[in-house]
């Protein structure tokens, strides 16, 4: 082995790492989330997430207001050890400064979608959600895939406010048609387009 073909893990700190470090670390793979001070490394995900999260973003994009913005893959810094990577955002559009900008505050965050993959099932449906929450996040969405067709059904929660916990307001698997966090109407049958 050739002194290049060696590579050195990150060896964490005692109190585990922090947004700070998140942001610095040189190297870190692409799509790397920090989770109660630990770094989470994503796995190469299946054709069902790519073509589900542009399914989404055409969608959102299409009726977006102009005060809001669609985005996808982007780090949301939820606290001092907790940075994760939702699938799709929808954030304030002042919240977006510049080009080469690589997080936004939870506080920008009206919408935090996952899109769920086997190495990340407990995070996208329990963590995750539980933190945005406690972020107050107000609505969130966990996309599964359902049947032999592989077909996306989206499960809409809306953060109760004095529980700080999402609360289910619509599963859909058809059409997603919501009002919240604006009109949105995205035809889920169409996922076989992309």
């Known amino acids: 082995m050739t002194a290049e073909s060696v590579h050195r893990w990150p060896v964490p700190p005692q109190d585990g790492y922090t947004v ?3 942001l610095t670390l ?3 793979p692409p799509h790397t989330e ?3 001070g630990s770094l989470v490394f994503v796995s190469p995900q299946r054709y069902f997430h790519s073509v589900v ?3 989404l ?3 959102l994009r299409r009726t977006v207001p102009k005060h809001l913005k669609a985005v996808r893959e982007m780090t949301v810094i939820l606290s001092r050890r907790d940075g994760p990577e939702p699938d799709v955002s929808v954030v304030r559009a002042e919240a977006v400064t510049s080009r080469l900008q690589t997080r936004f505050d939870a506080a920008d965050v009206l919408l935090a979608v996952e899109v769920v993959s086997p190495d990340s099932e407990a995070r996208d449906r329990e963590t995750k959600p539980r933190k945005y929450a406690a ?5 969130f969405w966990l996309v599964e ?3 032999q067709d592989a077909h996306p059904v989206v499960h809409v929660y809306e953060l109760d406010k004095v529980t700080k916990a999402y ?3 619509g599963i859909h698997r058809d059409l997603l048609k919501t009002g919240v966090p604006y009109d949105i109407d995205i035809d889920l049958g169409a996922v076989d387009e992309f």
């Open 26 to 28: 040189p190297d870190l």
């Open 20 to 22: 700070d470090d998140l």
């Open 57 to 59: 973003m055409s969608g």
């Open 167 to 169: 609360a289910l307001t």
């Open 53 to 55: 999260i542009d399914l």
């Open 145 to 147: 895939m359902a049947g």
């Open 135 to 139: 972020a107050g996040i107000e609505n």
């Open 34 to 36: 920090l989770i109660d």
